[in-house]
């Protein structure tokens, strides 16, 4: 066997031990750099090419993770950016975008509300916030506030109202939008206590609306007691943007 075809098998063989070990980022990096290249590169270490090696994998890893939340999270508008939020015309200051982009509150299980008159680029600004999580690899769902109450009483019927509660609960990033535009009943507010809750145990939560904060009260049918610690789960230490 001449040294070529000893140099294509090994090619091979390696390539094929890539594959298997399900590391299409190392596997696409050497046939870039050794298999299609006819004067592979000889200036680097051996070091030095694992290292890129591991670099191309963890790169791809990371973009298809980020591509996966983004795609589960399924955001109203998929092109959501916080740096493109003029197009939407909800500007923010630096200190704000760049608060909502790193996402510490995650971490910290806050709460962000974003309030504001239809088409002014609320559910935008929402959706951009949530492709940032997304882009941090937090898992992240976006519901409707109608879809949400669809959601629960489908999975009530079918017997799965406490799991579905639970992936509500326990989500990294819950984001629902259009809260508390309409008045809701008590079972429905029963329902969004039992959820938001638990919010301050796993996650941040993003509630945008086109009614003020101080509106929802008229829109929640609960006790006194209830409703008294719901709007301050809601609200107490929550980050509040509006726009007019």
Same mark, same amino acid.
């Given at each position: 066997?001449?040294? &070529? =075809?000893?140099?294509? *098998?090994?090619?091979?063989?390696?390539? %094929?031990?890539? $594959?298997?070990? #399900?590391?299409?980022?190392?596997?696409?990096?050497?046939?870039?750099?050794?298999?299609?290249?006819?004067?592979?590169?000889?200036?680097?270490?051996? &070091? =030095?090419?694992?290292? *890129?090696?591991?670099?191309?994998?963890? %790169?791809?890893? $990371?973009?298809? #993770?980020?591509?996966?939340?983004?795609?589960?999270?399924?955001?109203?508008?998929?092109?959501?950016?916080?740096?493109?939020?003029?197009?939407?015309?909800?500007?923010?200051?630096?200190?704000?975008?760049?608060?909502?982009?790193?996402?510490?509150?995650?971490?910290?299980?806050?709460?962000?509300?974003?309030?504001?008159?239809?088409?002014?680029?609320?559910?935008?600004?929402?959706?951009?916030?949530?492709?940032?999580?997304?882009?941090?690899?937090?898992?992240?769902?976006?519901?409707?506030?109608?879809?949400?109450?669809?959601?629960?009483?489908?999975?009530?019927?079918?017997?799965?109202?406490?799991?579905?509660?639970?992936?509500?609960?326990?989500?990294?990033?819950?984001?629902?939008?259009?809260?508390?535009?309409?008045?809701?009943?008590?079972?429905?507010?029963?329902?969004?206590?039992?959820?938001?809750?638990?919010?301050?145990?796993?996650?941040?939560?993003?509630?945008?609306?086109?009614?003020?904060?101080?509106?929802?009260?008229?829109?929640?049918?609960?006790?006194?007691?209830?409703?008294?610690?719901?709007?301050?789960?809601?609200?107490?230490?929550?980050?509040?943007?509006?726009?007019?």
């Amino acid at each position: 066997m001449t040294r &070529e =075809e000893q140099r294509r *098998e090994r090619d091979s063989l390696i390539l %094929a031990g890539l $594959t298997v070990l #399900r590391l299409p980022g190392m596997a696409e990096y050497y046939r870039e750099k050794f298999v299609d290249n006819p004067d592979p590169p000889e200036n680097k270490s051996t &070091e =030095e090419f694992i290292e *890129e090696m591991v670099g191309t994998q963890r %790169a791809l890893r $990371t973009s298809n #993770r980020t591509m996966k939340y983004t795609k589960e999270a399924d955001f109203w508008f998929l092109d959501a950016n916080l740096e493109n939020l003029t197009k939407r015309n909800a500007s923010l200051t630096k200190s704000q975008v760049g608060y909502l982009s790193k996402c510490s509150y995650i971490d910290n299980h806050g709460v962000v509300i974003i309030t504001g008159p239809a088409k002014s680029g609320i559910t935008y600004l929402g959706c951009a916030i949530g492709t940032s999580w997304c882009n941090l690899k937090y898992r992240t769902q976006y519901v409707r506030y109608t879809s949400l109450i669809q959601n629960l009483a489908g999975a009530n019927k079918d017997g799965a109202l406490n799991d579905l509660l639970n992936s509500y609960r326990r989500t990294q990033c819950l984001i629902i939008d259009d809260w508390l535009n309409d008045p809701i009943s008590s079972k429905g507010t029963l329902l969004m206590k039992e959820i938001l809750d638990c919010r301050e145990k796993f996650g941040g939560t993003v509630l945008i609306s086109h009614s003020p904060v101080n509106e929802w009260k008229k829109n929640l049918t609960a006790s006194k007691e209830v409703l008294a610690s719901l709007l301050q789960t809601m609200t107490l230490g929550a980050t509040e943007i509006s726009h007019s």
